[in-house]
């Protein structure tokens, strides 16, 4: 439905967005995620019609729309700040795009009516956006996007204003909206969360590339990079080299001196140099030895840091690199280990069918 060819941005020497590719299916909640300065906001604009490519094409349904002015588009945007007219009332707010196009009032009520149903503000036709909370705002704000019937929609961190609560109510209410309604979502964030729980598929973007695309899932268990398994959750990093291959196990000398292994098939040879990823809820402490089937090092509690449902703990390795182990409560309960404190000696401990390899 959508297609990106070639498409980049230049202001003079610096280069925001740099020669990419995208393809995005009709009826996909895309995500594009990425930290501050990463060039997404500007993709955004780009296929909204704000910005001009300094090169390549955009094509919506096989029709290069690259040099179209935005309100020829087939797409409408929702904005960070949701850009509601203050002295409007809601249904005015909503009717906003259906007025200027000379639609009838009869269809206009009608439409209007039955968008702010489909966004849960049925009611609130009079409300000024002042009396209105974050949520509803933004409510608002979608349920105009939507009332033209775009192709597209097109979302610019259209939560990050919303406090902790209201932002993972409203992350439900845009899943089943876009489930309802069947337009395509391009969902433009920073925040992890919200790209993995709405996303069909995640674009992750870094100094103005594509790092990796592929589903949630893909993402967190198998990043194809150092950055997209450190900036999609958080992830342990130890740089090790290959000491031994089979057909369905690598062994590998991590912090200089510790032989760990992993299961399954590599790409790997004798001899190469690896980063070895783990994931803090992958792993778990002990006073214990590790078993033949598990990888184990040896260290010290350094701090600890509860958070209601799982305890974090840092742990001081023997050659002084920190490793963070993220272990839910109920199973240090059941495990008594609650009691462990800073400057105790124990074990972290994992599968040695968990973590990823990446090349150094």
Not at 66 to 92: I, S
Not at 207 to 236: A, I, K, W
Request: aromatic share 8%.
């Amino acid at each position: 439905m959508l297609e990106l060819r070639t498409i980049s941005k230049r202001y003079g020497d610096v280069a925001v967005v740099e020669p990419l590719d995208l393809t995005i299916e009709e009826g996909e909640f895309f995500c594009i995620l990425g930290p501050s300065g990463c060039g997404k906001t500007t993709l955004l604009r780009m296929i909204a019609g704000f910005d001009r490519p300094s090169a390549g094409q955009i094509l919506l349904d096989g029709v290069d729309i690259t040099a179209v002015p935005p309100n020829h588009r087939d797409l409408n945007t929702v904005f960070q700040n949701y850009a509601l007219f203050p002295h409007y009332q809601v249904f005015d707010n909503v009717a906003y795009g259906l007025k200027v196009r000379k639609t009838p009032a009869a269809e206009i009520h009608e439409r209007v009516m039955a968008a702010l149903q489909l966004v849960g503000l049925a009611g609130f036709e009079h409300r000024l956006p002042a009396q209105l909370s974050g949520g509803q705002q933004q409510r608002v704000a979608l349920a105009r996007a939507l009332i033209n019937r775009p192709r597209l929609l097109l979302l610019d961190e259209p939560l990050s204003a919303l406090d902790r609560k209201t932002g993972e109510q409203m992350r439900t209410e845009l899943a089943d909206l876009q489930a309802k309604s069947g337009i395509t979502f391009v969902f433009v964030t920073h925040n992890q969360a919200e790209a993995l729980s709405l996303a069909s598929r995640v674009a992750v973007m870094n100094r103005g590339v594509f790092e990796q695309c592929s589903t949630p899932q893909e993402l967190y268990h198998r990043p194809q990079t150092r950055f997209v398994g450190d900036f999609v959750g958080s992830m342990n990093f130890f740089q090790g080299v290959v000491t031994e291959v089979s057909a369905n196990r690598l062994a590998v000398e991590v912090l200089g001196q510790s032989r760990v292994e992993r299961r399954g098939a590599s790409e790997f040879r004798l001899g190469e140099g690896v980063v070895f990823g783990l994931r803090p809820e992958q792993l778990r402490v002990s006073l214990l030895e590790p078993k033949d089937y598990e990888n184990g090092l040896f260290g010290q509690i350094e701090r600890t840091l509860y958070l209601g449902e799982a305890t974090q703990l840092c742990v001081r390795l023997s050659n002084g690199e920190r490793i963070e182990v993220k272990v839910q409560n109920y199973l240090m309960l059941e495990d008594k280990v609650m009691g462990l404190e800073p400057e105790e000696r124990v074990w972290v401990i994992w599968s040695k069918g968990s973590g990823v390899l990446l090349h150094d």
